[in-house]
């Protein structure tokens, strides 16, 4: 769904840890995932089409395997961050609409425009700030990992007690994940590779 109805906060207390926590940016892992858990895995995004590099989103499959591994993890409240560069957060971007009918297009490129209009009322002001990247923050329980927003979806996502935090980077074709032992062993078994923290970012085949 591009324009879903997501819990948005503009109340960024759940955040303070990763701006006390990330302060470098595109460097190695710990940049990507706040450093301090036990261990640490990547996921290579690996989407129906070997051509398709998924650059900066999971693919949907993976997307769901990867919350249902974190869900025994995740009781309770999830937090969600998407970078707020996205066109369908602001007034960019153009809808692509199939057609041979020039009105029936412009009919719904309109529609398409209002709901756009009327989601972006919804938005929160706040902003996540890390180094380079602004994100908007919202919440809900693990299931809201699968939300998208249109190939989107959140770039950040971490249970209330912080024991795990997921991140997707928009410019790389892996995601990040950090968390104890036992949530490693968990994303390992749907595709994920353990990675030292310290490692650089864009030296795993897939980055």
């Given at each position: 769904?591009l324009?879903?109805?997501?819990?948005?906060?503009d109340?960024?207390?759940?955040a303070?840890?990763l701006v006390?926590?990330m302060t470098?940016?595109?460097?190695d892992?710990?940049s990507?995932?706040?450093?301090?858990?036990a261990?640490?895995?990547?996921?290579?995004?690996?989407g129906?089409?070997?051509?398709d590099?998924?650059?900066?989103?999971?693919p949907?499959e993976q997307?769901?395997?990867?919350a249902?591994?974190?869900?025994?993890?995740?009781?309770?409240?999830?937090w969600?961050?998407?970078?707020?560069g996205?066109?369908?957060?602001?007034?960019?971007?153009?809808?692509?609409?199939a057609?041979h009918d020039?009105?029936?297009v412009?009919?719904?490129?309109?529609?398409?425009?209002?709901?756009?209009e009327?989601f972006?009322?919804?938005?929160?002001?706040?902003?996540?700030?890390?180094?380079?990247?602004?994100?908007?923050?919202?919440?809900g329980t693990?299931t809201?990992?699968?939300?998208s927003?249109?190939?989107?979806?959140?770039?950040?996502?971490?249970p209330?007690d912080?024991s795990w935090?997921v991140?997707?980077?928009?410019?790389?074709?892996?995601?990040?994940?950090?968390?104890?032992d036992?949530v490693?062993?968990?994303?390992?078994?749907?595709?994920?590779?353990r990675?030292?923290?310290?490692?650089?970012?864009?030296?795993?085949?897939?980055?």
């Open positions: 769904m324009f879903p109805m997501v819990q948005w906060t109340d960024l207390g759940a303070d840890w006390e926590a470098t940016f595109a460097f892992v710990t990507v995932v706040p450093a301090g858990f261990a640490y895995a990547r996921l290579p995004h690996t129906p089409d070997p051509d590099r998924w650059r900066g989103a999971l949907p997307l769901l395997a990867l249902a591994a974190l869900a025994p993890h995740a009781r309770g409240t999830v969600f961050a998407i970078w707020d996205y066109g369908w957060a602001g007034d960019r971007g153009s809808f692509a609409v057609g020039p009105a029936e412009a009919a719904e490129e309109a529609r398409l425009r209002t709901r756009r009327a972006q009322t919804t938005l929160p002001t706040a902003r996540l700030r890390l180094p380079e990247r602004d994100y908007m923050v919202y919440y693990i809201e990992a699968a939300v927003f249109g190939r989107h979806h959140a770039n950040l996502w971490w209330d912080r935090c991140a997707t980077e928009i410019d790389l074709s892996t995601t990040y994940i950090a968390g104890s036992e490693i062993d968990a994303v390992v078994r749907i595709g994920a590779h990675v030292a923290p310290e490692a650089p970012i864009g030296e795993h085949a897939g980055d």
